[in-house]
């Protein structure tokens, strides 16, 4: 099977490099934002007409919530357009489309689980751009595979993990927000899933996808901490207390019963995925 993993400069595009020798029956091609520009029709078009390719995983984004807010085209350009590109290439090659979008599609006012049936209610320019990025790739190409995640870590970008390390690791003192609930998703573990996927038997539609358990930014932190052995000090403050240019979602969980049931997969619990990750992340210091 010939894959094309586009965005294979970010956290979860690495993780696909990373795991790519354990999947021989693969031939992947990876591609930076430098190497293909997803919001350039010619270029997609060209690569695509020069390879055979089965499916297309999409990991580019614009991922900066707080500064999408001051640049909508720009975030919109990515996130929105440019995975109409990629969906209507796909289908015209008769490709399958992976492709990933967030919790910040929902409000975050439910305070029980978010199903892929919960109405969706986006507050943010981040947030309104991949809702718009999951119905224009499931109406423009038919082998559509769209997964909500949230909260993705990875040894490898940047990310909440590497942030609490650099933090405790300088200052000795952070503060992170405990009314902010949700599930952290190990990077390595979503792109498993979808390498795996591709061999048991695709299904396209709409899915969620993180680890399994609940907790707050400030629960997360303090494992980070406990894990790692770093010292120093995390204090929980309020939303409030930490003002931001872009909302956050209060409750972002999200039900993976669809995707559990669909594919038979067992997802691992979010404290034993970030015993794994911290491990690779103080190997390689």
């Not at 029709?41 to 999408?68: G, M, P, R």
């Amino acid at each position: 099977m010939n894959i094309l993993v586009t965005g294979a400069g970010g956290q979860l595009g690495c993780e696909f490099r990373y795991l790519a020798e354990g999947y021989p029956g693969y031939n992947l091609m990876f591609k930076n934002s430098q190497e293909l520009d997803i919001t350039n029709a010619e270029q997609v078009d060209i690569l695509l007409t020069e390879h055979n390719f089965d499916c297309i995983i999409n990991c580019a984004a614009y991922t900066a919530v707080d500064k999408a807010e001051d640049e909508a085209v720009a975030c919109d350009k990515v996130n929105h357009a440019g995975v109409a590109i990629l969906a209507n290439a796909a289908q015209t090659i008769g490709a399958r489309l992976i492709h990933f979008s967030t919790d910040y599609v929902f409000d975050g006012t439910k305070g029980t689980p978010y199903t892929e049936e919960d109405p969706t209610s986006a507050r943010v320019i981040y947030g309104i751009t991949k809702l718009a990025s999951e119905r224009v790739a499931l109406a423009k190409c038919k082998q559509t595979m769209v997964i909500r995640t949230s909260w993705l870590y990875s040894s490898f970008g940047h990310n909440f993990v590497k942030t609490v390390f650099k933090h405790l690791s300088g200052s000795g003192k952070m503060r992170v927000v405990y009314d902010q609930v949700g599930t952290p998703t190990y990077a390595r573990d979503l792109a498993r899933f979808v390498l795996d996927s591709l061999q048991k038997g695709f299904i396209p539609g709409l899915y969620h996808y993180s680890n399994e358990g609940v907790c707050s930014w400030y629960d997360f932190a303090k494992m980070i901490q406990r894990i790692a052995g770093l010292e120093g000090h995390v204090s929980p403050i309020l939303t409030e207390e930490y003002p931001t240019r872009a909302i956050r979602p209060f409750y972002s969980v999200l039900d993976k019963t669809k995707i559990k049931e669909t594919y038979h997969v067992e997802i691992p619990y979010w404290v034993d995925s970030l015993e794994e990750c911290i491990a690779d992340i103080q190997k390689d210091n």
